[in-house]
């Protein structure tokens, strides 16, 4: 696949996800494929664009703000990396989505900011489904506290959950936790909240989107299978 056009590889993701839709008995539309551009240059969001991608996922605040600057304006830009506090007055009336809120802090200064310059945001519970050290995101049994706290704070909307799934050889591996991050939602949202929208599920990477489109992913957040390895991150 790697050597490929940035457009033939996103047919064939784009190919897989349809493909593990129907395996899955599910409507195709209910999936989005975000295109991880992180470390990418403008040139080769531009070719994915072009190719018909309107979703892109950065994780650094700095380089969404330029690259949201220079882009088409009908691009949905989701935040998918850790974000400090100090950095959410820069995004907020950019990014359609922040995938990565984990504390109640975080939360508390997005809802400000979203006031201050009167937009709403959406925004997904991070859940370190796996307990991994290394990683940010709450874990199963705090996230309901949390998004119940959250649901409180004006100018957000809590879209569901996103998690970012241990590094393994075998995609199947992960099963488990995709599994276990649709079940926490489907839990949360039977408490049937104001405010509250467990309809997104942000799961699955380059090594283990199919897996997590059949098990109810409706966001997946694929980088290296689109414009091919990064250096560093
Ligand atoms: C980099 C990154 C991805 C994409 O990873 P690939 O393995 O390149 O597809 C997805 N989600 C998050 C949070 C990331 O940081």
Redesign the pocket.
Known sequence: MLGNSIKENIAEVEKIIDEECSKAGRNRNEVTL?A?S?TKPVEMLQEAYDAGCRDF?E?KVQELVDKYEVLPKDIRWHM??HLQRNKVKYIVDKVYMI??VDSLRLAEEISKEAVKKRVDVNILIEVNVANEETKFGVSCEEAKKLVMDIAKLPNLKVKGL?T?APFVENAEENRDIFKKLNKLAVDIAREKVDNIFMETL?MG???D?PVAVSEGATYV???????G??KG?
Do not use: E
């Open positions: 975000i991880v992180k996922g994780n998918i990396g995938h990565s996103m970012i942000s990477m380059s090594g989107y957040r694929v980088g290296t299978s689109i414009f390895i990064r991150i």
